[in-house]
């Protein structure tokens, strides 16, 4: 199963390194997407109902198991091997039911497991044609699901259609997640400080005025002070 998912991620980057100049790729957040739709917390709910549902028939059979072993415990002294046999065998079965019906409901590919594809279904494909259709509205050849077993160790939001598919679904806000703009960066040079050309310092270099108006010119007296 690793061997094949490496294989597929080798091949998806293949694609995407082969064909990066003429086509684009993009990628969404599935499970983000299912998280906004009614009918995905619909299918929690009904699914987290029969789970509680067997949980509690399961402690129910624990708790006559219990009963069982107790009361051969209290009674073990006064029973003969055959009848001691016959408890321990009724034990052991009572047991072995009660991991199977666990297995059954719970287990691998079990009554829950199924359940869940079943109720998962209808939103999944409903995810799945939203997508194409943003696929096909942005022209893009490749779309990521961010949260399958494919390990995406970094995701430009540039390339995040997660938002365009929400709107698709009629759940989206036209505010976020968005790509990102294109274009050069530039640069802005900060402000220089205005000098007054006319002022000359003591050292008769130009020196910065202070506020918005030019600093006065100062001037010598040519008069002489009366004594």
Known sequence: ?????????????????SGVRAQ??????S??????????????AEL?????????????????LDKLYHNYQAEEVVLTEPMKKKRQDEILKKEQDIKAYQNKQFG??????????????????????????????KQLAVV???ASDLTML????????????LEELGLGAEDRNQPGPKGAVKTVAPP???????????????????????APKPTRSTKKSRK
Do not use: C
């Open 1 to 17: 199963m690793k061997n094949l998912r490496y294989l597929l991620l080798a091949l998806l980057l293949l694609m995407v390194a």
């Open 24 to 29: 684009k790729f993009g990628w969404v957040d």
């Open 31 to 44: 499970e983000y997407i299912m998280a906004k739709m009614p009918e995905y917390a619909k299918a929690q």
């Open 48 to 64: 987290n109902a029969i789970s509680e549902t067997w949980q509690k028939e399961i402690e129910a059979q624990k708790k006559d």
């Open 108 to 137: 691998y590919e079990g009554q829950l497991f199924k359940k869940r594809q079943e109720l998962n279904k209808p939103v999944q494909d409903k995810v799945f044609e939203a997508v194409e259709k943003v696929a096909k509205k």
């Open 144 to 146: 990521f699901d961010k």
């Open 154 to 165: 970094y995701t430009n939001p540039a390339h995040d259609y997660t938002e365009f598919v």
């Open 192 to 214: 220089k400080t205005p000098v007054d050309p006319n002022f000359e310092s003591d050292s008769g270099t130009p020196e910065p005025a202070s506020g918005n108006k030019p």
